[in-house]
């Protein structure tokens, strides 16, 4: 059976945790004196009566989660999480459409950054802190959170773990899971405060800084403005950005041994990184080629810009220097292969994971060289580490179910009326947690508020799924799941 009140008990603690996040939003609103101070209060106020009701329902649950349990438990979390996120924005009228509230909440807490917010200037210092906390809060995991701060509430937090972490490769740092996510945690607080203090130093203001510093960690793209960090048009804070963001898509697990074990010769020796860094290269190069032929930038603009999208693409963290739009059309292929491939493993960035392509790749290699030596035996080794048939049968799996995800949203914008380009790179986009897009209808500098209501509820399924590698909701989804209690 399904361990009901445990799932309630640990849901209503994750509440608390966001409502505790939310009164530090309604502190900056109380000291600003804005309009949002009510609205954050009142969420405040809900969040906590259902984190007392659900911890009330928990009461007297056993501390043991099946596997079963753990994919419902993260599913409803991530839900949950969504669904009183977004009380702030329609309390407050800042977005008055529940499913423009609901997607502007799941884009934040999957990292995706595609938003429905056509004006983000102006709006309460309280309400742009929670959009930007909202993705810091998604980066790493809303329930692998819980791990790191209360390790002993948790009893299957392995089973929770390998229900939310990203990619096909799950390290553990420490020999107790709850040790490795302290360490992740600390990697990912140490990412976030030297981001803010080098974005303070080239010339943000403070509350800039921090919330830019959030959202690149955690490379998720929300913005304090509407032209994202082209506002500040300083090339430091490009720079600044692109160093972070690149990081933030590292597994952080390879960041740790690297900064705190230096063990930075094993990071250049790994083939995901590797690959990840070679795909950045190549593609800065092309579009960097296209923008001087086409586009006629200077030598030193066409390397920042170039650089800067693909970094932001790559690592699917969204913000923009520059319209991509306006480029030629190779450069929106190169973006897209970006956007497809995402970050490494164990990051925050969302798409396939290098990972997945490195090894695809050998599997590839491998069926080429068995069609001249039918009998020969050829492991597929990554990092000296053979991955067995059955990771890759799984590896093929989730390939299959991401095109058909994306497939399935693409065919039901093309029959709602969107254009085809913009139908395709949007289901990309929220599949891979990306957030911007490449057309002229939407594109990567606009808002999503035109698409039609039912198109966004659909896309913030996709989002979700995208954000917990699809199986994890898509199994909740089948009779056998259910048939198994």
Same mark, same amino acid.
């Given at each position: ?11 209503g ?10 009164s #530090?939003c309604?502190?900056?609103s ?10 954050l209060?009142?969420?405040?106020g ?11 329902? *928990? ?10 349990d753990?994919?419902?438990? %993260?599913?409803?979390v991530?839900?949950?999480f ?6 702030p924005?329609?309390l ?9 509230? @609901? ?6 807490l999957?990292?995706?950054? &595609? ?13 742009l ?10 980066g790493?995991?809303i329930?692998?959170?819980?791990i ?5 509430? %948790? ?9 939310e &972490?990203?990619?096909?490769i799950?390290s553990k740092?420490?020999?107790r ?31 800039d800084?921090?919330n ?20 500040f ?8 950005a ?17 900064? @705190? ?7 250049f ?10 795909? #950045? ?7 960097v ?9 200077t ?12 970094v932001?693409?790559?690592t699917?963290?969204?913000m ?5 739009a306006?480029?030629h059309?190779?450069t929106?292929?190169?973006?897209s292969? !970006? ?10 960035? *969302?798409?396939?994971? !290098?990972?997945r392509?490195?090894? &695809?790749i ?19 080794? %990554?990092?000296?580490? $053979?991955v ?6 799984t590896?093929m ?8 995800? !994306?497939?399935?949203?693409y065919?039901i ?8 380009t913009n139908?395709f ?5 929220? #599949?891979?947690?990306?957030?911007? $897009? ?7 500098t ?7 209501a039912?198109?966004k509820?659909?896309l ?5 799924? *995208?954000?917990l590698e699809?199986?994890? %909701? ?12």
């Open positions: 059976m399904i361990n009901s009140k445990l799932i309630f008990k640990i849901l603690t994750l509440l608390y945790i966001e409502a505790a996040f939310m #530090a309604l502190i900056l109380l000291w600003c004196h804005e309009s949002d101070k009510l609205p209060a009142i969420t405040v809900i969040t906590v009566v259902a984190a007392i009701a659900l911890r009330l329902l *928990g009461r007297g649950a056993t501390n043991a989660l099946s596997r079963r753990a994919y419902l438990l %993260v599913t409803i991530w839900i949950a969504a669904a009183f996120g977004s009380l924005f329609l407050g009228g800042y977005i008055t459409d529940v499913s423009d509230a @609901f997607f502007e909440t799941m884009s934040g999957t990292t995706t950054g &595609a938003t429905t917010i056509d004006q983000v200037e102006g709006m309460p210092h309280g309400i802190l929670w959009r930007s906390l909202t993705q810091w809060i998604g790493l995991g329930v692998f959170f819980t790191a701060i209360l390790p002993s509430f %948790v009893g299957g937090s392995v089973k929770i773990f390998a229900a &972490a990203t990619g096909p799950q740092l420490q020999p899971l709850t040790m490795s996510a302290k360490a992740l945690w600390g990697v990912y607080l140490t990412l976030t405060a030297v981001c803010a203090l080098c974005f303070f130093i080239f010339g943000m203001g403070p509350f800084a921090v830019y510093a959030m959202t690149v960690t955690a490379t998720g793209g929300f913005a304090t403005h509407d032209a994202s960090t082209g506002y048009n300083n090339p430091a804070i490009d720079y600044t692109i160093v972070f963001m690149f990081l933030s898509g590292v597994s952080f697990a390879m960041l740790y041994g690297a900064l @705190f074990k230096g063990r930075i010769k094993h990071l020796k790994n083939a995901e990184f590797r690959f990840y860094t070679l795909l #950045a290269i190549v593609s800065t190069v092309i579009i080629i296209f923008l001087l032929r086409f586009n006629h930038y030598v030193g603009d066409a390397i920042r810009v170039s650089l800067f999208q693909v932001s693409f790559l699917t963290t969204g923009f220097n520059e319209d991509a306006q480029w059309h190779i929106w292929v190169v973006l292969l !970006c956007m497809f491939f995402g970050g490494c493993a164990g990051s925050t960035s *969302g798409g396939f994971k !290098c990972a392509a490195v090894i &695809a050998k599997i590839l290699r491998n069926e080429i060289a068995h069609r001249l030596h039918p009998k020969a035996i050829l492991p597929v080794k %990554v990092n000296d580490s $053979t067995h048939t059955s990771a890759q049968i590896l799996a989730f390939l299959l179910a991401y095109f058909l995800l !994306c497939f399935v949203a065919f914008m093309i029959l709602v009326g969107v254009d085809s139908s790179t949007i289901a990309l986009s929220c #599949a891979s947690n990306v957030g911007p $897009t490449l057309g002229l209808e939407i594109g990567p606009m808002s999503w508020s035109i698409l039609p039912g198109v509820w659909i913030s399924a996709l989002m979700l799924m *995208g954000r699809i199986f994890t %909701v898509l199994v909740i989804f089948t009779p056998s799941y259910w048939k198994s209690y």
